[in-house]
């Protein structure tokens, strides 16, 4: 089966990020975010989604510091991850995937970039961030 190229591209601070649609469940206002009673690294907290614990990434490793983020994509792998504005939901087909940029602080976490209109913009691979987080707890 064809990977679908239907895309959410949304930005955290002043940073694009691209997400694959198909891992979108939905895209929520942020509300209360309740600080976890422990510190897990990659989480800044819960908020209540649906009636259930929604964890919520925290971008600060990142480099996005404290950026406003008013939205939440909430992932089909149950976790919340924080956006300033959600920019569109587009089909790129024929837009060329490159390769990472060396030295950015979010290639631990994107498959690719892809080029459009002349301006790259990572890929969050979800696999990815969720293997992330998971090694980063068992550190800790």
Same mark, same amino acid.
Request: with cysteine.
């Given at each position: 089966?064809?990977?679908?190229?239907?895309?959410?591209?949304?930005? /955290?601070?002043? &940073?694009? !990020?691209? +997400?694959?649609?198909?891992?979108?469940? %939905? $895209?929520?206002?942020? #509300?209360?975010?309740?600080?976890?009673?422990?510190?897990?690294?990659?989480?800044?907290?819960?908020?209540?989604?649906?009636?259930?614990?929604?964890?919520?990434?925290?971008?600060?490793?990142?480099?996005?510091?404290?950026?406003?983020?008013?939205?939440?994509? /909430?992932?089909? &792998?149950? !976790?919340? +991850?924080?956006?300033?504005?959600?920019? %569109? $939901?587009?089909?790129? #087909?024929?837009?060329?995937?490159?390769?990472?940029?060396?030295?950015?602080?979010?290639?631990?976490?994107?498959?690719?970039?892809?080029?459009?209109?002349?301006?790259?913009?990572?890929?969050?691979?979800?696999?990815?961030?969720?293997?992330?987080?998971?090694?980063?707890?068992? &550190?800790?």
């Amino acid at each position: 089966m064809a990977e679908s190229k239907l895309l959410l591209r949304a930005s /955290v601070g002043d &940073r694009e !990020l691209w +997400i694959h649609a198909g891992d979108v469940g %939905e $895209v929520v206002p942020l #509300e209360y975010l309740m600080p976890f009673p422990s510190e897990l690294p990659g989480l800044a907290g819960i908020m209540a989604h649906h009636g259930e614990p929604l964890p919520i990434l925290d971008w600060t490793p990142y480099g996005a510091g404290e950026a406003e983020c008013p939205f939440v994509a /909430v992932l089909k &792998r149950r !976790l919340g +991850i924080p956006l300033t504005r959600i920019l %569109e $939901v587009r089909e790129v #087909e024929g837009a060329a995937e490159v390769g990472l940029k060396r030295g950015d602080p979010w290639n631990p976490m994107l498959g690719h970039r892809r080029r459009l209109s002349g301006h790259s913009h990572g890929v969050l691979d979800v696999e990815k961030l969720l293997a992330l987080l998971h090694n980063r707890s068992l &550190r800790r």
